[in-house]
Every structure is written in structure tokens, then in C-alpha cells.
């Protein structure tokens, strides 16, 4: 969840204007506040709601479960390289052992060598494989990673997203989640 959205405090599935969502991972989450406030000035349409209202002496609104944004914001076209996109990019698991634990990212090129924070060089490892590769190339320390690292675009991690689904879905957003993966026939 996002960070401003508490743990059970009925967060809101934020949708674009064309009811995809903002973004599948961390999936576009509101709180029911800002939610309220969004619909309160305009800016979007509820599209599904909670069996809960909200009450002030002069007025009662049903919690919105899912919005769409009335403007359409034009998604990214290239991902920021952050410690999460890499992560995401390479699902969560370190590139020389699999692991899942302790991440942290590796340069293959090691920085003392040359090696620069880019797309092309670092990759997901966990604490142990990275401190066994330590200061050395691939090639010396015997150590290749998995996957070669790449720039990856919106829809791989956006396709990688869909695979670590939150912990909370509600069911009025089912609907709105994964409608472009393929079917099972």
C-alpha cells in the first residue's frame, strides 16, 4: 500500500481517465480522505463504493472504493532508475542465487573499476552474494548474474507488478485490476 494509505482505513483504487490504473505496483492507493476531498473538487468520478458512509450534520456520502480522475495523466515513458524499479525489474530475487531476503543491488562492473548506477550495471542481490562478489567482475569472482541487467520499460514493470499482487484487494476493484493480461482459455 502506499505510504499514505493505513492499514485497513478503506484505501481508494485510484484510476485514470481511461480506467487503467495509475500504477499496478505499488498499485494506486488513496485514502478515503483524500478521496473524498479529490470528489469534492472535481477531480474525479466515483466509480464503485464501500458499504460505509461518512456523516457531518449536513451531509452523508458513501466511501468510494474506486475513483477514475476526470483528466487523463499521460503515463511515463521511461521508469526512474530507483533501488524499487531495479528490484521490481528483476522480481524481487537476487540475480546470482535466487534468494528473496536481505536485497540490496549489485554493480556488475564494480564502481572502483569504472563501473557506473545505470540500468545496464546493477542488478538485485542479496547481502551474502553480493559480499562474496564483493569488489570483484563477474568473470573473476565466478559470479554471472541471471539475467543480464537492462533499462526495462513501463509495461515490464508494470508485467512484473501483476505477479506480487498487495496484500489488500478489494472486490469492487477486481474489475479494474489485470483487464490487459491475457485469459486462460
Same mark, same amino acid.
Given at each position: 500500500?502506499? *505510504?499514505?494509505?493505513?492499514?485497513?482505513?478503506?484505501?481508494?483504487?485510484?484510476?485514470?481517465?481511461?480506467?487503467?490504473?495509475?500504477?499496478?505496483?505499488?498499485?494506486?492507493?488513496? /485514502?478515503?480522505?483524500? *478521496?473524498?476531498?479529490?470528489?469534492?473538487?472535481?477531480?474525479?468520478?466515483?466509480?464503485?463504493?464501500?458499504?460505509?458512509?461518512?456523516?457531518?450534520?449536513?451531509?452523508?456520502?458513501?466511501?468510494?472504493?474506486?475513483? /477514475?480522475?476526470?483528466?487523463?495523466?499521460? &503515463?511515463?515513458?521511461?521508469?526512474?532508475?530507483?533501488?524499487?524499479?531495479?528490484?521490481?525489474?528483476?522480481?524481487?530475487?537476487?540475480?546470482?542465487?535466487?534468494?528473496?531476503? !536481505?536485497?540490496?543491488?549489485?554493480?556488475?562492473?564494480?564502481?572502483?573499476?569504472?563501473?557506473?548506477?545505470?540500468? !545496464?550495471?546493477?542488478? *538485485?542481490?542479496?547481502?551474502?552474494?553480493?559480499?562474496?562478489?564483493?569488489?570483484?567482475?563477474?568473470?573473476?569472482?565466478?559470479?554471472?548474474?541471471?539475467?543480464?541487467?537492462?533499462?526495462?520499460?513501463?509495461?515490464?514493470?508494470?508485467?512484473?507488478?501483476?505477479?506480487?499482487?498487495?496484500?489488500?484487494?478489494?472486490?469492487?476493484?477486481?474489475?479494474?485490476?489485470?483487464?490487459?493480461?491475457?485469459?486462460? &482459455?
Amino acid at each position: 500500500m502506499n *505510504a499514505h494509505v493505513s492499514q485497513g482505513g478503506w484505501p481508494v483504487l485510484v484510476l485514470n481517465a481511461d480506467f487503467r490504473p495509475l500504477s499496478y505496483y505499488p498499485l494506486s492507493l488513496w /485514502s478515503w480522505q483524500d *478521496a473524498i476531498k479529490a470528489v469534492f473538487l472535481e477531480r474525479v468520478n466515483i466509480v464503485e463504493h464501500y458499504d460505509r458512509a461518512v456523516r457531518s450534520p449536513s451531509f452523508e456520502i458513501q466511501l468510494p472504493s474506486v475513483v /477514475s480522475l476526470k483528466s487523463f495523466v499521460k &503515463p511515463s515513458t521511461h521508469p526512474a532508475f530507483t533501488r524499487f524499479n531495479v528490484f521490481l525489474r528483476d522480481r524481487f530475487m537476487c540475480q546470482y542465487c535466487t534468494a528473496s531476503e !536481505d536485497l540490496t543491488f549489485d554493480h556488475i562492473i564494480p564502481r572502483s573499476k569504472g563501473g557506473q548506477t545505470t540500468w !545496464d550495471n546493477v542488478v *538485485a542481490a542479496c547481502s551474502p552474494c553480493n559480499l562474496r562478489k564483493g569488489n570483484l567482475t563477474p568473470r573473476q569472482a565466478g559470479m554471472f548474474p541471471r539475467q543480464a541487467p537492462f533499462a526495462p520499460t513501463v509495461h515490464q514493470l508494470h508485467r512484473n507488478g501483476r505477479l506480487f499482487p498487495p496484500n489488500y484487494l478489494h472486490d469492487s476493484w477486481l474489475d479494474y485490476l489485470y483487464w490487459d493480461t491475457e485469459l486462460d &482459455p
